[in-house]
């Protein structure tokens, strides 16, 4: 490559890909070098867009996520007229059921739109729920998007900007003094004026930047022909411990464990069998509907559940990292503020909240 661009992001799962579209939208020359295209943690993810679902307080990162949440629906309409394609994005709110013996609490948030049902109105809302269901949330602004479409619609879009996309593992980044030099790809070397770092889970293999793996097993089920319309799920269920997504092509995804197991591969049966427990306790139609498939994924977590967005030690490498839970809901806020740091330099204050320097190391190497 040879600083014939002037960006290089490392990392081309949502984040890179999201960022790389941004940047390149506002003129920037810009390529991504990535170990597999085939296999982001977006292909693993459920795709839930869900501030308000995931109980998130008020906080920086609850303005982060549903910031993000507001900019969805344009950012996927512009990326559904580059390439033509569809990304499955639906405003399906969320119901988060309360089983018996379950806290009823949620993070009171008096200015998001929020609705206590109780057992008679929620089993109005949505047919077919457990016996179990005595009331829960719904949250109508909640929302989703098929993460599988959607990383696809990125890859599109890459393709259609001419975004040069360089299939390689990166082994080292070469630093020099408080700059990145370079960086060693298992065939050769990559110099630009600038560099990202998004690899997510896999981080802490090239840099002492606090990222770890957390695993969640996955399945999916699809509804039968011959379910009756009103019978079918229409929103999301968020329980405790497992959810679940239905698409609109019928199939309906649920997840998903959390486990700290590093980067151990496969599915087992006391994932699949918590998961599935969980899912027809919430909704017990679902135990005659035919399975799908079996996944995992990792999602890239840090200490404190919030991503390291922002400037880094070397003054030419910026971090997109750490997205944990909310990478897909995150992507469309990062790749903004992160093109308007690096292009406009534009620094919004609300960066500050997830800058690398809390974390309690005293030097990067
Ligand atoms: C089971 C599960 C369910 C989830 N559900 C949701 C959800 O409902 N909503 C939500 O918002 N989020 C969800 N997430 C989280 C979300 O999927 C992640 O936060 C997000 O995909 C992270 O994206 P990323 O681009 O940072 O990392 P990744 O998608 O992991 O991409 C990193 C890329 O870097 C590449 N790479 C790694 N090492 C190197 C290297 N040395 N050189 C070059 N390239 C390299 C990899 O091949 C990969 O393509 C879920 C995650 C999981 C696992």
Redesign the pocket.
Known sequence: MNSSQDILI???????LSLAVELKLRGASVAV?????K????R???????PQAERIPPSPMLDLCLQSRALYAAWVERLEEITGLKTGYWRSGILAPVCQNESQEQVHLSNLNSHWLDRDTIHQHQFGLGEEVIGGWWYPDDAQVD?RALFRTLQAATKELQIEIIQD??KEIIRQGNRVFGVETTAEKLQADRYVL?????TE??LNIPVFPRK?Q?LSVCVPEDCAVMQALQTVLFGTGTYIVPRQDGRIII??TSENVDFTPGNTPAGIQSLLTGAIQLYPELQHYPILEFW?????ATTDELPILGASAWENLTLA?G????????APITAKLLADSMLDRKLDPLLAAFNYSRFTFSKLT
């Open positions: 490392i990392g081309g799962g949502i984040i890179g070098l990535t170990a597999d295209s296999q982001p943690t977006a693993a993810a459920a795709g839930m867009l869900a993460n593992n990166a998004a690899i997510g889970p896999w293999k090239l969640g996955m997840g998903a995992w994924g990792f999602r890239p990292t997205h944990y839970r909310n990478g897909i809901l995150l």
